[in-house]
Every structure is written in structure tokens, then in C-alpha cells.
């Protein structure tokens, strides 16, 4: 038998699932950066209004990964409904 070279397949798989949060984590700041940017530069928020910004958006986060939301389409059902607002 032929010793295979490389990582253990649980290890492996430990590995990328590491490696796809990390990658999730940094889109997700990155947004919010954009977002922050945005709202400072184009619509004169500052400090205050920021900080309330990033309250909000951490709650409706928790109530996505908490489960109390199903999924994103939720959300864009809501934009749809309330605000007229449908992003593909």
C-alpha cells in the first residue's frame, strides 16, 4: 500500500471551512467599510449616525444568524414591499 502524502481529509475539510469564513469575514467588512464610506462621503453622516448605522446593521446580522430571519430573500422581499427597491 501506497502511503499517500498530503493532509487528513477531516483536517483537510477543516482547512477550507477556516479559509471560506475567513473569506466571509473579509467581505463582510469590506462592505460595511463601502456602506460607512458611502453614507459619510454622499450623505453627511458622521460620527453619530455612523455608530447608529453600524447598531442597526449588527441587529438585522444577528437576527440573519440567529435564524429568526430565513434567508436574505427576506430581506429583499421587505426592500421589494416597503421601499420599491428590487436588487437582482
Not at 9 to 16: G, N, Y
Not at 18 to 41: E, F, P, T, W, Y
Not at 55 to 78: H, I, M, P, R, W
Amino acid at each position: 500500500m501506497i502511503k499517500r502524502k498530503g493532509m487528513n481529509p477531516a483536517l483537510a475539510r477543516m482547512t477550507q471551512i477556516r479559509k471560506d469564513n475567513m473569506l466571509i469575514s473579509a467581505a463582510g467588512k469590506a462592505n460595511m467599510i463601502i456602506s460607512l464610506m458611502v453614507l459619510h462621503d454622499k450623505f453627511g453622516y458622521g460620527e453619530k449616525r455612523l455608530n447608529k448605522f453600524i447598531d442597526e446593521y449588527q441587529k438585522q446580522l444577528d437576527a440573519y444568524n440567529s435564524g429568526y430571519v430565513e434567508s436574505v430573500n427576506d430581506f429583499t422581499d421587505v426592500l421589494k414591499e416597503e421601499c420599491g427597491i428590487e436588487l437582482k
